[in-house]
């Protein structure tokens, strides 16, 4: 299969948490159902995929954030697609790449949550938005973290609660309560 059709897949099986997860989950879709290439950065009309990694300490009560430098903002570790990469390998690439953690697993092997954002303009590209697939990792050396000062003018680790807070949009706070919810059923640990 296609990883077009391997995300379509994905998605089909995936079931939303909330009305506005559900939303992105059509969009995504949608997008992946359009002409064009939608893995590629070079999409922009509405957007392109991208992966995230939500990255947790062993006892799952830790978020692993990183201070984008470009936006500004307190995000998890992801970023855009290589070649034909899938959006798991991306995700596992971008966690390991912008925490220096090398023993990341996932918590759940599948997809954890979805989003679609807007990207502001910069670096010679438009507006644009994001289709974010988004997975769960652990580590069990949070120790070993190690900033790539290129991407990054932060990096730290954070209660759930702060977490909240430092990144101040609904959709982590969705991801955030997941994670809650595991930790809580004890299968983070």
């Known amino acids: 299969m296609t990883r077009r059709a391997n995300l379509l897949e994905d ?3 995936y079931e939303p948490a909330d009305d506005l997860e559900a939303r992105h989950h059509r969009a995504i879709a ?3 159902l ?3 290439d939608p893995f ?3 999409h922009f009309e509405p957007g392109h995929v991208t992966a995230s990694c939500f990255i947790v300490d062993p006892t799952g009560t830790r978020l692993l954030l990183h201070h984008h430098r470009r936006l ?3 995000l998890q570790m992801g970023g855009h697609l290589e070649a034909a990469e899938s959006p798991v390998d991306a995700a ?3 966690g390991i790449e912008e925490s220096g953690l090398r023993d990341l697993e996932w918590v759940c092997y599948g997809v954890f949550d979805v989003d679609v954002h807007a990207i502001p303009a910069g670096k010679g590209e438009p507006d644009h938005h994001h289709f974010d697939i988004r997975y769960l990792a652990r580590t069990t050396t949070p120790d070993g ?3 790539d000062q290129n991407e990054s003018s932060d990096l ?3 209660s759930l609660d702060r977490a909240v807070d430092l990144m101040n949009e609904e959709a982590s706070a969705r991801v955030i309560r997941k994670i809650e919810r595991l930790v809580h059923d004890r299968r983070v640990e």
């Open 11 to 13: 998605l089909r099986t």
């Open 92 to 94: 596992m690439r971008e």
């Open 30 to 32: 949608e997008l992946l």
């Open 145 to 147: 973290i190690v900033m």
């Open 156 to 158: 730290t680790w954070v």
């Open 40 to 42: 590629s950065r070079r």
């Open 34 to 36: 359009e002409d064009g």
């Open 72 to 74: 500004d903002r307190w």
